[in-house]
């Protein structure tokens, strides 16, 4: 059977299933697009396809980018299967395992809210009271910060808290469209405001040019475009305006998914500034379209060093990360991305502002506040 009709297949299954209300749009972006993996959630099923650059290369996937040609994946995906014994630490684990335990990680994430309400720091006590490195810095923490929301650890919590604070602080600030201010003089964070309307609006023919498909980015494009025109709307409040879209699973993944577009095409856009980190702290990828493939646009794989640094670039601003880990000390790290931007204080660009203030505990992002 030729990728093609494999992939129509998959696609027209995924469409005419009656069961599953998975949108067709992202069967047809991770085909084109050629992620390396990608999620499908439905609110009742969870699809996952793997390796979609190996079955569904285009230009510049991971066939072509590491100069192998699709036969050779296939004979070394055949090899794989019915030549290679199963490594050691599966003796005794049997595929029904496994398989059990993802439906039990997918219930226990499917769980969890995507978005939660405002709680207090030490409510994180509990999860951590046996560990007597984290105790101090939670305690630290609950003394700098006044709260945290939570949001579900399904791989887009980075970029979920990212979207979530960046839409308080232009609530809060009372943003408006840019026609309807008149003559008035723009504020910061108006100004930034309307800057990143106009950044997000230019992207899509960018992302064209780079080869990503009409047919499916101009929906994550318009999704993004009215979440972010919704928190200038007349009477815009957070619940309404910024926590209600993400709390729509689907409309959340189309807001999110073109945020990853965002990050990759500043990565792509600037590939000899970020290629010698990608082959540092990113060694299974070769080039940055490898890396977008397999560790921004796969729905699942949630960012890391490399797209904060790019999304702060991209959208030029600042974003803080308090970080609740196992290095010494009992404070928590404040980490400032860019890192050549200063954090605070007279310093501080005009041009960067801060939009978003986010917590990192192990494997995971939440939104947070610091105190006045």
Not at 45 to 55: A, G, M, N, W, Y
Request: hydrophobic share 40%.
């Amino acid at each position: 059977m030729q990728i093609d009709e494999v992939a129509l297949q998959i696609a027209t299954g995924l469409r005419t299933n009656p069961s599953s209300d998975l949108p067709i749009e992202f069967t047809i972006f991770a085909l084109a697009s050629g992620c390396s993996s990608a999620l499908f959630v439905g609110d009742e099923d969870f699809v996952e396809l793997t390796c979609i650059s190996k079955l569904f290369g285009r230009a510049g996937s991971t066939a072509e980018s590491t100069g192998m040609s699709t036969d050779a994946i296939s004979a070394g995906a055949g090899a794989s299967a019915g030549e290679t014994a199963a490594p050691s630490y599966r003796d005794g684990i049997s595929d029904t395992d496994i398989l059990k335990q993802q439906d039990e990680i997918k219930a226990e994430v499917g769980a969890q809210a995507l978005v939660g309400e405002l709680e207090s720091p030490e409510s994180l006590i509990p999860e951590y009271e046996d560990n007597p490195v984290f105790l101090p810095k939670l305690r630290d923490l609950a003394a700098r910060f006044s709260g945290i929301r939570r949001n579900r650890g399904d791989g887009n919590c980075f970029y979920r808290s990212f979207l979530i604070s960046l839409g308080e602080r232009f609530v809060d600030a009372h943003v408006v469209a840019a026609d309807k201010r008149g003559d008035a003089a723009a504020s910061p964070l108006q100004a930034k405001y309307e800057q990143l309307l106009e950044y997000v609006r230019d992207s899509k023919d960018k992302l064209l040019a780079f080869g990503y498909p009409d047919i499916t980015l101009s929906d994550f494009h318009e999704a993004l475009l009215e979440y972010l025109g919704g928190l200038a709307a007349a009477g815009a409040t957070k619940e309404t305006h910024v926590y209600a879209p993400f709390r729509d699973q689907m409309t959340g993944f189309y807001i999110i998914t073109m945020l990853r577009c965002l990050c990759s095409l500043e990565l792509l856009s600037n590939e000899e500034a970020y290629l010698p980190y990608i082959l540092g702290l990113a060694p299974h990828c070769a080039t940055v379209k490898m890396f977008c493939d397999h560790d921004v646009e796969a729905v699942h794989c949630d960012a890391d060093q490399i797209q904060i640094m790019a999304i702060a670039n991209g959208w030029r601003c600042r974003l803080q990360i308090a970080y609740l880990d196992a290095t010494p000390g009992d404070k928590v790290q404040l980490l400032t991305f860019p890192q050549d931007q200063p954090a605070e204080g007279a310093a501080a660009s005009s041009d960067f502002p801060l939009l978003a203030t986010v917590l990192y505990r192990p494997g995971h992002y939440d939104v947070t506040y610091p105190k006045a």
